[in-house]
């Protein structure tokens, strides 16, 4: 029968410590920063209902930056609603925007989004009409 453990901070820098056999000063002293670190990935990624938290907003046309929502994180889908149904916007890097959709004059419904910046997306193509997403 195996029992459980119980792990507490100091045990894990603890294990920390002995899984990377070092004792220099200049190591154990990062062991912090690799613990928050580590939680700050592990939180990213956690996709459970408790944490996900769905926004809607509206794609305004001719614009094709938008604003993310407050507090934002991490994007986990994006769809638009044409013609009444629901249509996925899929996950592109900035320099494919840019080259798929080079003159934001032009407008369509959006097909692509990226990271513009922290607090913005790009969508390409230009959105040509209000849409719901």
């Keep these: 029968?195996?029992?459980?453990?119980?792990?507490?901070?100091?045990?894990?820098?603890e294990n920390i410590?002995?899984?990377?056999?070092?004792?220099d000063t200049a190591t154990?002293?990062?062991?912090?920063?690799?613990?928050?670190?580590?939680e700050q990935i592990i939180a990213s990624q956690i996709k459970?209902?408790?944490?996900?938290?769905?926004?809607?907003?509206t794609m305004t046309a001719t614009q094709a930056i938008i604003d993310k929502p407050a507090r934002w994180?991490?994007?986990?889908?994006?769809?638009?609603?044409?013609?009444?149904s629901r249509q996925p916007v899929l996950l592109r890097k900035y320099e494919y925007l840019r080259e798929y959709w080079p003159d934001a004059t032009q407008t369509d419904p959006p097909?692509?989004?990226?990271?513009?910046d922290y607090t913005h997306w790009l969508v390409a193509p230009t959105p040509d009409v209000d849409y719901n997403f």
């Design 1 to 13: 029968m195996t029992t459980a453990s119980v792990m507490t901070y100091d045990s894990l820098v």
């Design 17 to 23: 410590q002995s899984y990377l056999e070092r004792s």
């Design 28 to 38: 154990l002293e990062k062991i912090p920063l690799f613990i928050m670190l580590a």
């Design 48 to 57: 459970f209902l408790g944490n996900l938290t769905v926004n809607t907003s």
């Design 73 to 84: 994180h991490k994007t986990v889908s994006m769809n638009i609603v044409v013609d009444g």
């Design 111 to 116: 097909v692509y989004y990226g990271d513009y």
